[in-house]
């Protein structure tokens, strides 16, 4: 099983961006899917969660990002989005999902993370 971030780029304050985080292998189910950032100088323990959806609609956000940040996703393409409006410099991190998966053949859901886009938000 593996997760591939992407969307990630260079963009002003003001503008949009748009994640996805793909899902691919022997997936058997895909359940709770997160968004974090990691800010620059901050260690992995420090992540932010941003933003959590799960199969069966709900969503959360973090305070700092709810209005501007929306969470989707197509479960028939094991494809989560992250739309991110209304970017301020303070946004600039990398950004990672974090998925519960369970794998063909396995009862029990497992935690797999991707390897992060950046995203950088000038003034």
């Known amino acids: 099983v593996q997760l591939v971030e992407s969307g990630g780029g260079l963009v002003q304050a003001g503008e949009s961006l748009r994640l996805s985080c793909l899902a691919s292998g022997n997936i058997f189910s895909v359940n709770a899917v997160a968004w974090y950032r990691q800010a620059p100088g901050k260690e992995r323990l420090e992540r932010e969660l941003?933003?959590?959806?799960?199969?069966?609609?709900?969503?959360h956000y973090a305070d700092s990002v709810k209005g501007r940040f929306t969470t989707s996703r197509d479960n028939a393409k094991n494809t989560v989005y992250l739309q991110m409006n209304s970017l301020k410099p303070e946004d600039t991190a990398v950004y990672y999902c974090?998925?519960?998966?369970?794998?063909?053949?396995?009862?029990?859901?497992?935690?797999?993370w991707g390897q992060g886009t950046q995203v950088t938000v000038s003034s």
């Open positions: 941003v933003a959590t959806s799960t199969n069966g609609g709900s969503t």
């Open positions: 974090n998925a519960e998966i369970s794998p063909v053949l396995s009862s029990s859901y497992y935690h797999y």
